[in-house]
Structures are given as structure tokens and as C-alpha cells.
């Protein structure tokens, strides 16, 4: 059997009940009306599309732009994070997280996780300094950082929140969304997202009106209207067109989102009396973590990769080299041993597949895969 | 009355949805939604056009400046000379680097003089920027000397000029770097923002892969602190598309300012192509000191015109801490106050041409 990790065949074969028309077919009968409108830059999809997000996110404002990356990038931008400034982030996440605070000229400075791969809270407070402007906690794997800890410290230190939910769309704080906590929420659109359209895309959630119109400045140039430039800007809108696609998918995410829940449920059950061999994470019930990945800390996990491979079952790592060891970062000083957890993480992690389009037997034949290969 | 609107993407698009689509449908068959087989093909396309080595897709025209100012190691302290009448992208870009746009004055075909670049050359100048503006190609001669003399990179903004020549040479294959956009109102455009470079240059090359997937060289290894500025593989393959428009288009274009220039030269300022040049006319612009009117005129009419652009950037608001002030570029700020496009795009057909050209001699009869 095959289990796959990329799940956009599916999604896109897929027919609402009792309907012969694909995702596809919709959104390609969308496509059509839209090629032929000429409607191609900051169009009315768009600006539709972000209302609903706005609404779903329970947030003031959103504003589409060209990736999850830019998403962080332009929130600093838009809350004066510069050169010489410090901001906080988790040691375990993707790059483009550091990557968009040393875009803004900033020093990204790394806090170590927690068992639950998202920042280690209790060690924020050691790492700000004088220069540190703001946290940027990770909903990482799709989980998210605490957030009530979080927000404390910044606002007695009077630091800005900028939520790196990329990962996290439709997720749950406390009953608050994800990216309605902090100042601002970065989200990805990326082809592996919960929700994904069809390239590059990113959104920004904010309920600060100046922030917002901030925002619709830096994202288009700077430009008030056509001729006049408030302040220099970039380059970066989520496309119309992707905006089109995006409409017909997001009525699906909380529906896509309980899925994935429900497969990790499964896993999770399955693999609890692995003690030794699998440690599942543990689960908050203040929490709605939607599993953008599901992964575990697992022994022996290169032979396990290979085992699950070997059987058709598509694991990944999520990642295996720690970010402050990357060489982007040897300007910053890190060395082994500054970050014991997200070390042991990286050696030990293995993301399993658990979309929202596997099959209960592709589950079943997952976790057999899985408890067979420690059971040798 | 007859409409001539300025901009006509519906038009554009009519023909060419049906192949638009399938060619979508072709890259959600493969699922490479991301640097897949369409932006590769792209870029051979882009690179075999302009002839040069290589080209880089991205996220847009902007981008591209920014990125190969990045590459190049051009920053904090340091001095790019640009031009003052040109889009915005142009200096925020060498602003967004953290260098300073040293503007230099243009000459009266809107494009940059070399005379007033050399006097703007400093300790502190690490490259020019020449902008082929409106699709007319800057004088590149003296200004490939001026480099040469004071070791300056050449970093064309070539976003309004694919298929412009320069003594046989394609635009974007004239300096270092060539940087264009393939933004929706351009003539080789997407339905959504892109951007490419083209160059010559193997190590700008391989740093641009890089920093346009966030630095990183592999899947997990990052080597440098990058971007995220990818061509979208729908826009790679919808250019595809219409790459093989685009010599008839721009064709085209030629024609329909000749014809301008053929009812219209003894009665306004008609843009000319200098010899040994080819201008692809992304905008036809008279000059004329009732601009305004003419504008209205038209517009009355049913002829859509723009401006581009009326403001120059040193005088913009976000430019003041450059402390550029009116006056200092006298033909820059006497050509805002006179410029006007006239719609020259391919989808306007003889008749289009010489309606909204009987129109403009019958507003300057009266």
C-alpha cells in the first residue's frame, strides 16, 4: 500500500455530496470568468476573499500577500521592527520564520522549545535584552505556543506579538483563533498548507487599523493612490488568482481541519502504550491543534524513515538540521548544546502523513508499519 | 461613439482563455505548483529571447531590482544612480537595499542622460541604473563607459522594454543584469505579478536561486538568509502561452505608434525611435503643454489616456528625507506637467489609431 504525503490529487478529484463537479471543475469554471475579467492586481476575489478570512480568523482586518514569509516579513515591517532591533523566536521552526526578521535587518535571537515543538516560554524572559522589539512565537506543526505566557512578558517589557501561524490556519487558542492574539498573524497559502491554493501565497490578520493601513501601503509600493507614494514600499499581493482558488476552498477548512484532528487522534491512541520506542507529544484541551504536521520524537528514527519508506509510507522530516546551526546563522554565534531540545528533536522527529484525504486502512496501515518495525 | 479604453485586458484575454486554461490544467496535472517545469521552460524562453546565458523567474519586476542589488552586495552607505522619472519600483528598490537613489536628469526622449550621470558619479556609487523607459531603450554606449571607467555594475530595469534592441542588442542583455517584470499591464504579461533577470553573470545566477527560495540550497540546508520570491509555475505556463504573441504583439505596437507618428507629428511631440534602436512602445507618450485638457478631451470621447507618471520620484512624499526639491531635474518636472500615453496596446486595430488620432487633432484645431 501507498501512503502519501501530498494529498493535492485527491483534494483536487474531490466532489461535494451528491455532486459530479470536482474541486477542480468549480474552480476551473471560476478560473474562466476570472482569465476573461482582466481583474489580475489587488482584484474584487481578492478583496472578498480576505473578508472571509478576516471573519474566519476573527480578526479586524486581512491582507493577502505574496507568501507566508512576506506575511512575517511585512508585519514587521509595518510595526518599525529595523536594523540593530532583536526579536524572539523558537529554535524549532522552518526558515523562512528567522528568515523574515533577518530581512527586516533585525537579529533573530532563538529561545530553545519545549517538549511540544513550540517555544520554551519560561526562557523567554532571559533572552530580551535592550534591543529585543518582539516576540514571534510559532504555532509550529500546527500547534500553538503559549500564547497567555507570551503576551504577559511582551506587554510588561512592551513588546510587539507577531503570531508566525503559517502552519495554523483555523487553529485554537483559549478559544481564539490563531493569528487574533498577538499584533499580527502571518499565514501561508503554500501548496502543503491546510489550506492551500495553487503557488506561492500568504495572508496577514491583524485588528490594529493603523497596522492595516500600513500594511496596504508597504504591500503596493507605498502608493496612497496611483501617483502618490506615502512611504517606499514592495512588491507583494496575493494574487487575484489565487484569491479565485482560495474562495472555493476555504468553506472546507474547519471540515479539512477536523479530519486531519481525527487521524492524529488514532495515531495518537495507537502509539500511546509505545512508551520507549514512540513519545506521542502531550495534547492540550485549551488547545485546537489542527496537525499541519503530525510528528513524534521516536528511537532509532533513520532506520524507522527507511522502514516506513520502504512500505510506501511517505514520512518526512520536519527538519533535520536546528536552524541556528544552519550557516545562514553562523553570524550569530550559536553552537551545539545552546539548544538541548530542539537538538534532541531533530535527531529523534518523524512526520507522519495525516492529511485530511487518507483513507481509515491507509491509517490502519500506518500505524501496523509503524508498531512492525519495533516489534522485530 | 467609438470607446478606446486605454488598457483592454478583456480583449487580450478573449483569445487566448481557451489555451490559458489547458495550460493551467497542465501544471495542476503535474502538482509542481512551485519552481516547476513551466517556470524552467520560461526561463530558457526569456534567456534564448534576450540572448543571454541565463534567466531567473520571480515574483515580480521589483523584485527583480531588489534581488540582484542583493546579490550584488549593494547596501547601507552606498549609492545607485537612477533615473527621476520613472516608476516608483525603481528607487524603492534601491531604498529597500538600504542604499541611496542618486537620481540624474533625463533628456527629451524621457530616458537618462549620460552627461548628468557622470556628474553624479561618487566615491560612494556602486552601480547604474538605466531604465528603458515607455520601451525605448536608454543610450547605453556611454554609459557602459561610465561603468567601465569607475568599476560600476549596470543593472537595466528593463520592466516596460522585452524586445527592445540597442545596436542589435535585446534589451536585459546590455548591462550586468537585466530586470523585468511580467506584471498584467506589461506587453509580456501575467495574470498575476512575475517578475524575471536575465544575465550573463553565472555567480548572480546561482545566488538569485537561492535567495528567491529563501537561501536555501537544498531542502533542509540554508547557507544564507534568503527571500521567498518565486515565479508561480501558473504564471511560468500562462507566459508560455503567450510568449508566442509576443514578437506579433510588440509587431504590432510598432505599427500602431508609426501610425500615430505618421497622422499625428506636425501636430504634437511624438515620441521617435533613434536609429540603430528599436523601441517597443510599452507606452506611446506625446508631450504638450495642455496635457490636461487633451486629457479630459479624450476621455469625453471615449479614449482612455494615462499618465505616467505625474509625479517624479524625488518629489514624492516617501523621498523627502533625500531632500530632492523642485528644480532639480528641469526636464524631468517639465515633462510630468506635459506627458500623456496614448493607448498604443495590440489589440487596437487601425481604426482605433486613427480615431483617438483624429480626436487629438481636432481638440488641437480648436
Redesign the interface.
Known amino acids: 500500500m501507498k501512503v502519501p504525503f501530498?494529498y493535492?490529487?485527491r483534494q483536487?478529484a474531490l466532489s461535494a455530496p451528491g455532486e459530479d463537479a470536482t474541486l477542480?471543475d468549480n474552480i476551473?469554471d471560476d478560473?474562466?470568468k476570472?482569465?476573461?475579467?482582466?481583474d489580475?492586481?489587488l482584484g474584487k476575489s481578492l478583496v472578498e476573499f480576505e473578508k472571509k478570512f478576516a471573519k474566519h480568523e476573527g480578526t479586524k482586518h486581512a491582507l493577502g500577500v505574496?507568501?507566508?514569509?512576506?506575511a512575517l516579513f511585512l508585519s514587521l515591517k509595518g510595526l518599525g521592527i529595523a536594523?540593530g532591533d532583536e526579536v524572539i523566536t523558537c529554535a524549532e521552526t522552518f526558515?523562512?520564520t528567522?528568515?523574515s526578521i533577518?530581512?527586516t535587518?533585525a537579529t533573530p535571537v532563538f529561545v530553545d522549545a519545549n517538549d511540544e515543538f513550540t517555544i520554551d516560554v519560561e526562557k523567554i524572559e532571559a533572552a530580551i535584552t535592550p534591543k529585543t522589539k518582539a516576540i514571534m512565537p510559532v504555532w509550529y506543526t500546527g500547534n500553538a505556543p503559549e500564547l497567555d505566557r507570551v503576551l504577559d512578558i511582551a506587554k510588561a517589557k512592551n513588546l510587539k506579538v507577531i503570531e508566525d501561524s503559517c502552519c495554523a490556519i483555523d487553529g485554537e487558542y483559549k478559544g481564539k483563533k490563531a493569528g487574533s492574539i498577538g499584533d499580527a498573524g502571518g499565514f501561508s497559502f503554500?501548496?502543503l498548507k491546510n489550506l492551500n491554493v495553487?503557488?506561492?501565497g500568504g495572508m496577514i490578520t491583524t485588528n490594529s487599523d493603523e497596522l492595516a493601513a500600513q500594511i496596504t501601503l508597504l504591500r503596493n509600493?507605498?502608493?496612497k493612490n496611483r501617483?502618490?507614494?506615502?512611504?517606499?514600499?514592495?512588491?507583494?499581493?496575493l494574487?487575484?488568482?489565487?484569491a479565485v482558488v482560495a474562495l472555493r476552498m476555504i468553506g472546507d477548512v474547519a471540515a479539512v481541519t477536523d479530519r486531519r484532528i481525527a487521524a492524529a487522534r488514532r495515531y495518537d491512541q495507537s502509539f500511546a502504550d509505545m512508551e520507549g520506542f514512540i513519545e506521542v507529544p502531550k495534547r492540550s484541551t485549551h488547545i485546537r491543534h489542527v496537525f499541519h504536521l503530525y510528528m513524534l520524537r521516536v528511537k532509532n528514527r533513520d532506520a524507522l524513515l527507511s522502514h516506513l519508506q520502504k512500505n510506501g509510507v511517505e514520512a518526512k522530516?520536519h527538519?533535520?538540521?536546528p536552524l541556528p546551526y544552519?550557516?545562514?546563522c553562523a553570524h550569530l554565534g550559536y553552537k551545539k548544546g545552546d539548544f538541548p531540545k530542539t537538538e534532541r528533536d531533530c535527531d529523534s522527529i518523524i512526520t507522519l502523513p495525516a492529511h485530511a484525504h487518507l483513507t481509515e486502512e491507509e491509517i490502519s496501515y500506518t500505524i501496523e508499519t509503524v508498531r512492525g518495525f519495533y516489534s522485530k | 461613439m467609438r470607446k478606446v479604453p486605454y488598457v483592454?485586458?478583456?480583449r487580450?484575454?478573449?483569445p487566448?482563455?481557451k489555451d490559458?486554461?489547458a495550460a493551467?490544467?497542465h501544471?495542476?496535472d503535474r502538482?509542481d505548483?512551485?519552481l516547476g517545469e513551466d517556470v524552467e521552460k520560461f526561463e530558457t524562453r526569456l534567456a534564448d529571447y534576450c540572448g543571454t546565458k541565463y534567466a531567473v523567474g520571480l515574483?515580480?519586476?521589483?523584485?527583480a531590482l531588489?534581488l540582484v542589488m542583493k546579490v550584488y552586495g549593494i547596501g547601507?552607505g552606498d549609492e545607485v544612480i537612477t533615473a527621476p522619472n520613472s516608476f516608483?519600483?525603481s528607487?524603492?528598490t534601491i531604498?529597500?537595499v538600504?542604499a541611496t537613489p542618486v537620481f540624474a536628469d533625463v533628456r527629451d526622449d524621457l530616458n537618462i542622460d549620460p552627461d548628468e550621470i557622470k556628474k553624479k558619479i561618487t566615491s560612494k556609487t556602486k552601480a547604474i541604473m538605466p531604465v528603458h523607459l515607455a520601451g525605448r531603450p536608454a543610450d547605453m554606449e556611454p554609459i557602459c563607459e561610465l561603468a567601465k571607467a569607475h568599476n560600476l555594475k549596470i543593472i537595466e530595469d528593463a520592466a516596460q522594454a522585452i524586445g527592445a534592441e540597442y545596436h542589435g542588442v535585446k534589451t536585459g542583455a546590455l548591462g550586468d543584469a537585466g530586470c523585468f517584470s511580467l506584471?498584467?499591464l506589461k506587453t509580456l504579461n501575467?495574470?498575476?505579478?512575475g517578475g524575471a533577470v536575465t544575465t550573463n553573470d553565472e555567480a548572480l545566477r546561482d545566488t538569485l536561486l537561492q535567495y528567491r527560495n529563501?537561501?536555501?540550497k537544498s531542502?533542509?540546508?540554508?547557507?544564507?538568509?534568503?527571500?521567498?520570491?518565486?515565479l508561480?509555475?501558473?504564471?511560468a505556463a500562462i507566459l508560455n502561452v503567450k510568449f508566442d504573441q509576443l514578437e506579433k504583439w510588440t509587431e504590432r505596437r510598432i505599427a500602431n505608434a508609426a501610425r500615430y507618428r505618421e497622422r499625428l507629428g506636425s501636430t504634437v511631440r511624438c515620441p521617435e525611435t533613434a536609429n540603430g534602436t528599436r523601441s517597443v512602445y510599452h507606452t506611446f507618450v506625446i508631450l504638450t503643454e495642455r496635457r490636461d485638457a487633451l486629457k479630459i478631451f479624450l476621455e469625453k470621447n471615449g479614449v482612455g489616456s494615462s499618465?505616467h507618471?505625474?509625479?517624479p520620484?524625488h518629489l514624492?512624499?516617501?523621498?523627502k528625507r533625500f531632500g530632492g526639491k523642485a528644480g532639480d531635474f528641469p526636464v524631468t518636472e517639465t515633462n510630468a506637467g506635459q506627458m500623456l500615453s496614448l493607448p498604443v496596446h495590440q489589440d487596437l486595430n487601425d481604426e482605433d489609431i486613427d480615431y483617438v488620432a483624429d480626436k487629438v487633432k481636432e481638440f488641437f484645431a480648436n
Open positions: 501530498s493535492l490529487d483536487f477542480t476551473f478560473l474562466k476570472f482569465v476573461a475579467s482582466g489580475f492586481t505574496n507568501s507566508g514569509t512576506d536594523p526558515i523562512a528567522a528568515g533577518a530581512q535587518g503554500h501548496p495553487w503557488s506561492d509600493h507605498g502608493f501617483d502618490e507614494v506615502e512611504v517606499f514600499g514592495y512588491n507583494s499581493r494574487d487575484t488568482f489565487q522530516i527538519y533535520p538540521i544552519q550557516k545562514a | 483592454d485586458l478583456v487580450q484575454h478573449a487566448l482563455k490559458i486554461l493551467v490544467e501544471v495542476l502538482g505548483f512551485i515574483n515580480s519586476g521589483t523584485d531588489f547601507e516608483l519600483a528607487a524603492s531604498v529597500a538600504g506584471h498584467p501575467g495574470c498575476g505579478d529563501i537561501g536555501l531542502r533542509n540546508e540554508s547557507e544564507l538568509w534568503g527571500f521567498n520570491s518565486r508561480d509555475s501558473i504564471q499618465i507618471y505625474p509625479i520620484i514624492q512624499k516617501a523621498a
